[in-house]
Structure formats: C-alpha cells, structure tokens
C-alpha cells in the first residue's frame, strides 16, 4: 500500500490521470525526517513575526497575534499566495498566507513580500507548510482518502464564508455545493461519480478538478487552495488513491 506523499510544490503540474499499472505498486517513502520536527523549528517571517513548531502543536505571533494551537484538534488548513499587479499587468509584490482552524478559530499567517522573485517571497512559507506535514497535514490528506473508502463525509469549505460549501467528498463521489444566501442556494447542486472523475491540476493556486466528458476531461470544479480549507491536501489524497488502485478500480 503506498504511503502518503507530502504535496508538490510545483504550481504546473501536468493533470493527474490514473497512473499505470506498475505506478500503482511503487511503495513511496515516507516524508523526510525534516518533516516532522523533533526540536521546536522557528519560522521567521521578519519584523518580529515568528512561527514555532513543536512536535504537539503550533505558536505564532507577531504584533497582532500571540496564539496557538494543537495539531490534534485542527480540522483545516489553507496555504497559497496571490500576486499584486499594477494595472493588471506588472506584477510589483507576493503575498502568502497559511491558515489553521479548529472550527472555532483561526491563526492566520499572511505577510506581503517586496521581492518579485516568487521563491523569495514563498521561502518561510514553503519551509512552515513543509514542517506541518509530519504532525498536521497528513493527518487531514488521510480523512478524505478515507471518505473516499467510505469513511465519514468531507466537506471543503470556504475559509471565509460560512455560506459557501465548497466540494463534499464521499464514497459515492464529488458533490459541489453551491453559495448560499438568506438561506438560499445561488446555484445547482452537482455530482460527479468517482466512475467519471478524469483527475485533477494544480496551478495558479487553484485545483482544478475534470470530469470525463467526451475524448477530453472537463473541468467540472475549482477550488482555491489560499480561501478554500482543506483543498491543499486534496490533490495528494487524490494522487494516493490512484496510486492504492481505489479509484482506477472503480
């Protein structure tokens, strides 16, 4: 059974389609040591912002925050950035965010990066987000690998509406939920079987989800993985179940 992989960081990775037969039997290596840390790891984000990973929980502060937070209680997380553009053309600065919430409250990192040079600007974040994988992340990919199996139902919401519903993950298949408003649904509510789910991108800081339709996938959803809790760890818990055979089996 392959074990989980810790996401790539790579924002153009080719669509995910059902990978051979042999591809399916390679037993992955588990993350790197680094990944779960058994000293604190301090994350500096400059002026006097800092995150701290211990092997239980996580603390940030910084001139707004003092928090933390137990990586057994947290039920999502978002991480992605955005580019500032002048006129919506030069791009001028980056701005990444990574989010944890318990359901009840947020810690919330997001600091602007004067650099135009993306790897600068996404450093301490990459370096934050790949720390969490070891004691968090791979804790969330595994709960909607296990909906899939036919574990309890996942929902990937939006991060700051309680009124979207984002993309529900079960046995049976996908479910978009639509926005809601005064009670109301702005929109149709829509399926996709696990049967005609034809894989998935990930790109600009969106997963793009693609039903089979024809001799070529559509996309049938999009989630972005900065607003949307929970969409970072679906493009590996998608690649882990092709990988197993769950859902080339299907």
Known sequence: ?????????????PLDVAPTPDARRVDLSSPPQSNRPAEPLIVDFGNGAKATVFAREIHYKDRLWDDRIAFEIVTGICYGGVVTKLQGVIPISWAYKLALTDSKRCIIIEHPSPSLRREEADNPFRTLFEALWGP???????????AARGGPQVTLSHALSSSYFGVAIDSSGLTWRPTRAFGLPLGVERTLPWKDFAGHTVESGMIHLFRK????????ASLSLRDSW????????LTHLYKSGDLGAR
Do not use: F, Y
Not at 1 to 13: F, G, I, Q, T, V
Not at 230 to 237: D, E, M, Q, T
């Open 230 to 237: 929970n969409a970072v760890c679906l493009g590996p818990a």
């Open 136 to 146: 968090l992340t791979s804790r969330l990919v595994e709960t909607i690998v296990q």
């Open 213 to 220: 339709r024809g001799g070529k996938p559509k996309v049938w």
């Open 1 to 13: 059974m392959p074990k989980l992989e810790p996401p790539a960081h790579s924002d153009d990775r």
